[in-house]
């Protein structure tokens, strides 16, 4: 009954691959987002999608491609992994986008 | 006592002390306010939340203050546990019709000791 969940929880790959982080969520809401937070727990937004659509994009490298087959999934494919893309990366959703968000478990992704 | 670490701030106190954990936000056009709690190897959890209308806000064992002349978010524990031990972090979101989310502050390590 997990209300918002990301997979994996722990990835490590090579720099130069690509590779997938899925998010879903069971709780019926309108708006997922992805965050990023670095070694020194500063979380950021990355994405906002409202019903599939994109609706904020912040300064984010074009290798990363967020993608929302429907409102309940928003999955996030990282091309051409560098070091510095290691991190962990929360998946959250919330009703609206005023109310609070629910995240999920975060992804602790590290790229050697 | 309260000292900034070389990454973040940091909180200790002994169980059963009142916690306070403060925050600055920078957006006067901000009108909602949340609390989060984020502890090892998960994500982060909404503790309170706090609309601009209002200066304090009650929970169980917690409550929020906001001072919005001088932007300021407090976080008051009471009776602080063990399981109290986490990073904190406050939240902001601002009004109006267009696309916002959540931006949060930098976060406050919270240590409690037995």
């Known amino acids: 009954d997990t209300a918002v969940s990301q997979t994996p929880k722990y990835l490590v790959t090579q720099m130069g691959n690509d590779k997938s982080i899925k998010c879903e969520q069971n709780?019926?809401?309108?708006?997922m987002y992805w965050y990023k937070q670095d070694s020194k727990k500063f979380l950021k937004i990355m994405f906002s999608y409202n019903n599939k659509e994109l609706i904020i994009n912040e300064t984010v490298p074009n290798r990363f491609s967020p993608k929302s087959p429907d409102k309940a999934h928003l999955n996030l494919h990282i091309n051409s992994l560098e070091l510095g893309d290691s991190a962990v990366y929360f998946c959250a959703s919330s009703p609206d986008r005023v109310t609070e968000a629910f995240f999920g478990q975060g992804t602790r992704l590290t790229v050697v | 006592g309260e000292s900034v670490g070389l990454h973040l701030p940091t909180l200790s106190v002994q169980e059963g002390d009142n916690s306070i954990i403060n925050c600055a936000y920078s957006n006067s056009a901000s009108d909602y306010f949340i609390w989060y709690k984020q502890e090892s190897g998960k994500g982060p959890q909404f503790i309170i939340d706090i609309r601009s209308n209002m200066d304090k806000r009650q929970g169980q064992r917690v409550t929020v203050l906001l001072n919005k002349t001088v932007k300021h978010l407090s976080l008051q524990i009471a009776a602080t546990q063990p399981g109290d031990s986490a990073v904190y972090f406050c939240a902001e979101i601002e009004g109006g019709s267009g696309y916002s989310t959540l931006t949060f502050g930098k976060g406050t390590m919270l240590l409690v000791s037995p």
């Open positions: 709780l019926g809401h309108d708006t």
